[in-house]
């Protein structure tokens, strides 16, 4: 079994900062990319940003500048910085890893995901 714990969500003014993480836990062999998507009510989840194993990003325009991915690949926990917080960060937002398991019968590659964590930033 494996686990994506998320925390750091709240509630921020305009402008604003907050940090969220993410952590992996359970039969881990090697977690691969991890990243971060986000839902706001009434539309369709959207990548906000993704980080490989080696470090390699890919930022939505959108947050390009104000959010900033990072890992801790000994901790399997990723994180995001939002800075300069919009009323449109307005979301809740999903941790996402692609994680290798040990399997009786091999390895085995799957997406999870966070519970989700919101972000509400008021004007």
């Not at 966070?114 to 930033?121: A, E, L, N, P």
Request: contains cysteine; glycine residues 12%; charged residues 15%.
């Amino acid at each position: 079994q494996v686990q994506l714990v998320e925390s750091g969500g709240g509630l921020v003014q305009a402008g604003g900062s907050l940090r969220l993480s993410c952590a992996a836990s359970g039969s881990i062999f090697r977690v691969n990319a991890m990243g971060w998507y986000r839902q706001a009510p009434g539309k369709q989840r959207e990548l906000v940003v993704t980080i490989t194993s080696g470090g390699t990003t890919n930022y939505a325009d959108s947050v390009k500048g104000r959010f900033t991915i990072s890992r801790d690949n000994t901790k399997n926990t990723v994180y995001l910085q939002m800075n300069s917080l919009k009323p449109e960060d307005t979301a809740v937002y999903y941790c996402n890893a692609r994680i290798t398991t040990a399997q009786a019968m091999g390895v085995h590659v799957s997406d999870y995901w966070g519970q989700g964590t919101q972000v509400t930033v008021s004007s």
